[in-house]
């Protein structure tokens, strides 16, 4: 094996022609994937550069495959080669619900606090959605990756631990609210002003870096006050501090219509104003879900905690043809390290059958081309998805709701990708 390591100097990441880039092959229908996948990602790199840039793949065990053979689900030694090596891909990892293990995903992040989770979600023509103007779905989430309620902090129903906490809450906080203290299980949700600002900082830096009209912050604080609604407010003021110069906010508004007795929600009055710069402006997660099947073209960038985020990804890609096409990247825009992989899961019930849609793995190699530099590598991708979609050569999820289509496995669709590079 031979290669180099991708490395950052003043915060500017620096990719070889030869990286190393470590590979986790995934459960379930992650083998058929990786397996379509790599030979896209190659095939692009190869045409592209001609042989001047190639990538080394390095597999690293996760998941079932780490525990098959190692007896550990989460190798060390995983994390030390993707941390070393800085830039990875990943295929999804199974979690058992309501016991087992915790998510090796949510791991994954944290361990390696890649704080920010940036899903694009675009429409490719042809595409079967579910709406009208698919075409008008264009967004990127930022979904806040290291806290929430994922940070895992949780006391079983009837154990000792949630007998402590509950005591606690109970007796030295005051706490009134549990409605069932004798069979509850407890869930703790820490949102901080520094994760948030990191996670609003990034989006904020993309929406500009993008030329993008707006950054909308989705939470659900009218409920949760000090989490949510903290992200929000402390969203507002890190974009008014520090990007004062660029952005014209809602809050800002409603301030200056307050001053001047008018109506605080006329938020058309607010939209105006932001003429020439980018619209700040939030909404709550419940209205959000319903706004971006009805209004989709009035949100570009999105930035939300860690659960509205998993939910707005998969409602979001399913505007746009589904999970099956919907690409990730979990980043540290700080030390410049990310791991790439799709929005979906592990899709057990097609396991082996070299069935699924590669797409989503083949975007997010796609978005990792992108963050390296490689750009020419990533418009081949696109090329080649947009042209296998064109010529309705699909796998099952597309061919079940496009008229004419002709299906293709796993692994022809792969093909079908390359020979329209
Ligand atoms: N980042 C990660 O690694 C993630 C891991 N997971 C884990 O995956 C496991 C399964 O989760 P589940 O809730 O079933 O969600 P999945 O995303 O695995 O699958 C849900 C449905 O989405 C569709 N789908 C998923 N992948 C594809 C694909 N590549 N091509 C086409 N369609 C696809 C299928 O729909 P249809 O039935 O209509 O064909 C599938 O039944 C769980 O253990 C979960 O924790 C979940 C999400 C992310
Ligand atoms: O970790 C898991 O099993 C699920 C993760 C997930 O749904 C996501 O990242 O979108
Ligand atoms: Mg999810």
Redesign the pocket.
């Known amino acids: 094996m031979s290669g180099s390591k991708v490395t950052i100097e003043n915060g500017k990441l620096t990719v070889p022609n030869d990286p190393i880039i470590p590979f986790i092959e995934g459960d379930g229908t992650g083998a058929d994937i990786w397996a379509a996948s790599v030979r896209v990602l190659d095939a692009a790199v190869e045409k592209a550069y001609n042989g001047t840039r190639k990538i080394y793949w390095k597999e690293v065990l996760a998941g079932e495959k780490a525990f098959n053979q190692t007896g550990n689900w989460l190798p060390d030694e995983t994390l030390q080669i993707i941390d070393e090596y800085r830039i990875a891909i990943k295929g999804p990892l199974t979690t058992p619900v309501g016991g087992g293990i915790r998510s090796l995903n949510v791991a994954l992040r944290q361990i390696l606090d890649l704080y920010a989770c940036v899903r694009p979600v675009h429409y490719f023509k042809g595409v079967p959605s579910p709406v009208k103007e698919p075409e008008l779905v264009e967004m990127v989430i930022f979904r806040e990756n290291t806290e929430d309620i994922y940070a895992g902090i949780e006391f079983l129903a009837g154990t000792p631990e949630l007998e402590k906490v509950k005591k606690f809450l109970i007796e030295e906080m005051g706490v009134k609210g549990i409605r069932f203290p004798d069979t509850v299980s407890l869930g703790i949700k820490p949102v901080s002003i520094e994760g948030t600002e990191r996670l609003v900082r990034s989006a904020i830096e993309y929406t500009i870096e993008n030329n993008l009209p707006s950054l909308t912050i989705v939470h659900k604080g009218n409920i949760m006050k000090y989490t949510e609604g903290k992200f929000k407010d402390w969203g507002y003021a890190l974009l008014e501090r520090e990007y004062g110069d660029k952005v014209f906010t809602w809050a800002q508004y409603d301030r200056i219509a307050a001053a001047e007795g008018k109506s605080v929600a006329d938020k058309a009055q607010a939209d105006a104003l932001a003429s020439g710069k980018i619209l700040v402006k939030d909404a709550i997660a419940d209205a959000f879900l319903q706004q971006i099947l009805l209004r989709p073209a009035e949100y570009s960038v999105i930035a939300t905690l860690n659960l509205n985020g998993?939910?707005i990804?998969?409602a979001l890609a399913a505007e746009v043809g589904g999970?099956g096409i919907a690409p990730g990247a979990n980043i540290n825009y700080i030390n410049g390290k990310a791991i790439f992989e799709a929005?979906?899961?592990t899709a057990p019930k097609y396991a082996g059958q070299d069935k699924v849609n590669p797409s989503s793995v083949i975007l997010s190699g796609e978005m990792m081309f992108r963050y390296m530099g490689w750009k020419e590598a990533a418009d081949l991708i696109i090329k080649g998805v947009e042209g296998a979609i064109n010529k309705k050569r699909v796998t099952y999820d597309f061919h079940r709701l496009m008229e004419g289509a002709t299906l293709l496995k796993c692994s022809e669709f792969g093909d079908e990708i390359i020979a329209n590079m």
């Open positions: 998993d939910y990804s998969d999970i929005t979906h899961g």
